[in-house]
């Protein structure tokens, strides 16, 4: 079908905002050059439009790089021609507080950058209250060793690649994204819009979800489950190896 | 639903790539302070994608602004908490040739920027093969002229307020998005994608939009029509009043 006309749409009638004071959070944004841009900035456009929202303005984001300098989503071997640079505004060395952490991936990674970065994530990780990772972010959250004994996704396309660094985590195949704990792990690219518009629902309901929703005009996933990418790349389950 | 069951998901059986040389082209991506992120980094993804493909990889991007600093997509008026930083590679004054203009739009964006792109946008109008605006960058693509006699369709939450700035445009509002001749507008937010990727596939062929959409895992609305944000939001079509 593909026209939208069988889509989860809300409808006005679902603005009712609860009236009680919500809780803001730090987000930190992970990123590092051939990052993936519609990973980080899917997840980011609805924190973009969360503070439009009364009474929820008072998040804070710091984008956290190895350095100061314009992080480049152009492909870290210069294969690709092109790439877009986003100014970091925190340093993996000292980004202060961060409540929830957002791990986008890429194709071809910095691997002095994602290294940083699972360090990062493995170092603090008791002080964060979510981490969402992305496409091929997984892959550098399972290195951090987060994963470990937990079920997780990350992008079909990557699948063979991405999952032995995980040996000890369970990956779920058919899977928009999975939720274990505190770490919620979404497939490849656009599906880091779809988990964290879920997470956005778990932490403040279904009333700011939609308004994000109606917000972006986005035909949002709501479910999960299922993943046809899964099956178009063939992609199946992993049980741990070690 | 909304969950993906019903929606238009390629096969691998389409991914029959012409042999024949595809035409390559210099994007332009026009940037202000107070874009919309998801605007500029949704079609951008796709663009990203496509330069993966083997012998599609010769496309050059130029992200273009009033001048070479870090443009915010940080609300102009200051009234959001946060934005992220983007750094441009031409100015509007000499942006040297571009095929295709990209202009996003926002909810409050410095008028010095918009301005400049919108004398960008008539002055250059001819050079271009396409134009694509998304959301309230339809706004910008009026103020220039470009729309005048022309249907077009804009975001549906700031209709009232968009749909004046074309007093001689037919504004389409049951639509994802509205071709007329080469300009090609798409509505809110998340329908730049989708009218995006509708481009690349009159460009090149739906064998190279779907690998795009595969590499994404994104849930692709395939038609310019129905649009429920439209309902959602009050929208209805406007006429030429001049």
Redesign the interface.
Known sequence: ????????????QSFMINSTAPPSFTWGVLLYDGF???DA??P??TL?QL??IRGY?????K?IAKDLK?VS?Q?WKG?????????PTHTFKDPGPVDIVIVPGG?SMDPEGTEQAAKYLKDHFKEFKYVLTVCTGAGIAAESGILDNRRATT???GWKFMTPKGPKTTWIAEA?WVVDGNIWST?????GTDGMLALLQAIYGSAIADTIV??????????G?????AM??GAEDVKPSG
């Open positions: 079908m593909g026209d939208g006309s069988s889509l989860c749409i809300p409808t006005t993936e841009v519609f900035f899917g980011i456009e973009n503070v439009r303005e008072n998040q804070t984001m984008i314009p989503s492909d294969r690709a021609k092109f790439g877009q640079s986003v100014v194709k992008n079909k396309q928009r497939s490849g690219v656009s599906a109606v917000g972006m005009e986005y035909h949002r996933n709501s479910n489950t299922p993943d046809p990418f178009i790349n």
